[in-house]
């Protein structure tokens, strides 16, 4: 399989359309329509359905599509190594990261890299777990800062390096009488839930305790959860992330067991880590990290400009 074709074809099936991947390679449609034959030739079968509106591609063009974006995306990370060792600089990293992370954890970290590193330019995204996954796999960013709960499954084909536990807290109005010791004591009180994922793990915790939880309010702003429940609206449970970032005078929190905790990682495709701008940054997170105490041993930022990475 010729891995020139396998790039073109790529580059068409992320723009949409052939002529669209044409003007991105600065080529002649024809040209790039020659080489998408080929290349059907050699996989035996079409990978695109050509139509007025576009390209969709095929189950084969699917599967293909993941194998070239690892391809590209070892290519990219080469190339970035070897600018780095060309020009002697320390190039750039992309990141993604969830809010409250990006609130407490992301700062810390690129104010320690802006010191030991000035020359490294880092640029931020938010985004919440799901699509900062998609971010990584597509490489738009290099690194991603997310969480997950046990209830979550893995994401396949990426790097995860360990970075925190960050305890889960019920959070009630300031002036309530009776402090709940389990979680069912909560069973008729109405609840103001987060993100999708967020909202499973309230979903799930409240089901090992015996109870469907009545979500009145949905909202992924911590500060309105906070609001909420300052009000006599609603209870909530929010991460110790959350609460460093924003911590709202008229509620209080516990701490219940079953609520458990949730694991901040930092998403990555394997390889780009060896990248030396990438490295540091990721470094840098691992020192900034946790608020609970980190799952990994510290690194010392910088200690990757070399080119050794960190996993």
Known sequence: MDSRRVLIFRTVARAGSISAGARELGWTQPAVSQHLRALEREVGGPLLVRGAGGVDLTEAGRRLLAHADAVAAHLEAAAAELDDLAQLRSGSARMASFPSGSAVIVPTALAALAVAAPEIEVSLVEAEPPEAAALVRSGAVDLALVFGYQEDRAEEALVAAPLAEDPIRLVLPADVAAVPRRLAELEDRPWVAGCERCRGHLVACAARAGFV????????????????????????????????????????????????????????????????????????????????????????VGAERSGSGSA
């Open 213 to 300: 939880p009545r979500i009145r309010h949905v909202t992924d702003d911590y500060v309105v959860v906070q609001a909420l429940v300052a009000r006599g609206l609603a209870v909530a449970v929010l991460p110790e992330t959350a609460l460093t970032a924003f911590r709202h005078p008229g509620v209080r929190t516990e701490e219940l067991p079953e609520l458990g905790s949730r694991r901040i990682d930092v998403l990555h495709r394997r390889g780009i880590e060896r990248v030396p701008a990438v490295a540091a940054l990721l470094a840098a997170l691992q020192v900034a990290g946790p608020v609970a105490g980190p799952v990994a041993g510290p690194v010392a």
